[in-house]
Nanobody, 124 residues
Framework: QVQVVESGGGSAQAGGSLRLSCVVP??????MGWFRQAPGKEREGVAA????????NVADSVKGRFTISQDRGRNTIYLQMNSLKPEDTAMYYC???????????????????WGQGTQVTVSS
């Protein structure tokens, strides 16, 4: 069974920073990404990365504030979240997939493997 293991998250003041980490141990995947879901809202894609080439996609809602990066060769990604806003409060999920598809990168189709989620709370 493929595991997706997130860490990080927690609480921050508006304007602060947090960093999330995610690893897929012992299984080859092509893409990894971050999603979030706030109470009463649909899950939305936040950022994604092709592990082989390093190309990334970041949602407009967080562009310029959030950065996705990887520890190349270790199936590990990070989400650096700066200039946090109260509206960034959500459960953040890491996802992974063995396929390398544009539709996954643009969050237009479901990803295969999911983590349990980590809570991010931003207070004003």
């Amino acid at each position: 069974q493929v595991q997706v293991v997130e860490s990080g998250g927690g609480s921050a003041q508006a304007g602060g920073s947090l960093r999330l980490s995610c690893v897929v141990p012992g299984y080859s995947v092509s893409m990894m990404g971050w999603f979030r879901q706030a109470p009463g809202k649909e899950r939305e894609g936040v950022a994604a990365i092709y592990l082989e080439g390093g190309d990334t996609n970041v949602a407009d809602s967080v562009k310029g504030r959030f950065t996705i990066s990887q520890d190349r060769g270790r199936n590990t990604i990070y989400l650096q979240m700066n200039s946090l806003k109260p509206e960034d409060t959500a459960m953040y999920y890491c996802a992974a997939d063995s396929r390398a598809l544009t539709a996954l990168m643009t969050f237009k189709m479901p990803w295969t493997y999911w983590g349990q989620g980590t809570q991010v709370t931003v207070s004003s």
